[in-house]
């Protein structure tokens, strides 16, 4: 693989037939990628699709070692400066793993496992789209990250792109709120609900603090002593961070 610079375009150069590993030609191992995720040992692949055992083996190895970043973006002019990170957390052996991810413009920028769901942990993990970024010559930082109410995954991206402003999700209070809701209250929870989402509907921020009051002014008054109550007050006092 080849890296050219026209005008402060940097482009990479590769077959489109290729592999991202550029170890074969993708018609070439198609079929032996499907037995792979068959789960058919690679002794058995070597003998129905030729080579040897090793190949394949090490073919395997690769498949997730290429750039997202420079696989979905190929230029540093359409780096995205708004993102979407989330971190699944997902037992592994029995350990809670965290998968890092990063989207931006309807695209993969940014997947890697990290072994906790720490700061400092997600913060090496969501580093590889940094890393990636870097390497096309990026001058500009995204801006903006959209995520849940995680707060190690606010600290990591402060870390990595300082100043950067987190948004928090609006969706993740709706469904707190939604699962706080007993049986008794799903009635005022139905009013409650369609105002919060009056709320996400609102083009500027002037409307948007308006209607997170008057949802306050609602709560205190209609709703009473309840988990739900104690989720959608604080709701409202996280105005800033959407």
């Keep these: 693989m080849r890296k050219i610079g026209v005008e402060g375009i940097t482009s990479q150069i590769r077959p489109c037939s290729g592999l991202s590993s550029l170890r074969a030609l993708s018609d070439q191992v198609e079929n ?3 037995l792979l995720r068959l789960g058919v040992p690679f002794w058995a692949i070597a003998y129905v699709c030729g080579r040897n055992p090793m190949y394949w083996y090490r ?8 750039s997202l970043v420079g696989t979905t973006v ?11 990170a989330d971190d699944y957390h997902v037992p592994i052996k029995g350990m809670v793993r965290s998968i890092a991810t990063t ?20 913060q090496h993990g969501s580093g590889v789209f940094t890393e990636d970024a870097q390497r096309l010559l990026a001058p500009d930082k995204p801006h903006t990250v959209n995520t849940d109410g995680w707060q190690a995954t606010h600290t990591a991206w402060r870390a990595l792109f300082a100043p950067m402003f987190v948004i ?32 996400s509907s609102a083009t500027t921020k002037r409307q948007m603090g308006q209607r997170i009051r008057r949802l306050s002014e609602w709560s205190g008054d209609q709703l009473p002593d309840s988990p739900m109550k104690d989720t959608i007050i604080p709701l409202c006092h996280k105005r800033k961070r959407w």
Excluded: M, Q
């Design 32 to 34: 032996a990628l499907l």
């Design 59 to 66: 073919l395997f190895l690769r498949r997730g070692a290429s």
């Design 74 to 84: 190929h230029t540093a002019s359409k780096l995205p400066w708004h993102g979407v």
């Design 103 to 122: 989207c931006a413009n309807g695209c993969l920028v940014g997947v890697e496992a990290v072994n906790s769901v720490c700061a400092e942990a997600l």
């Design 168 to 199: 928090e999700c609006f969706l993740h209070a709706y469904l707190t709120g939604r699962d706080r809701a007993t049986t008794a209250l799903r009635r005022l929870f139905a009013t409650a609900a369609d105002t919060i989402w009056h709320i």
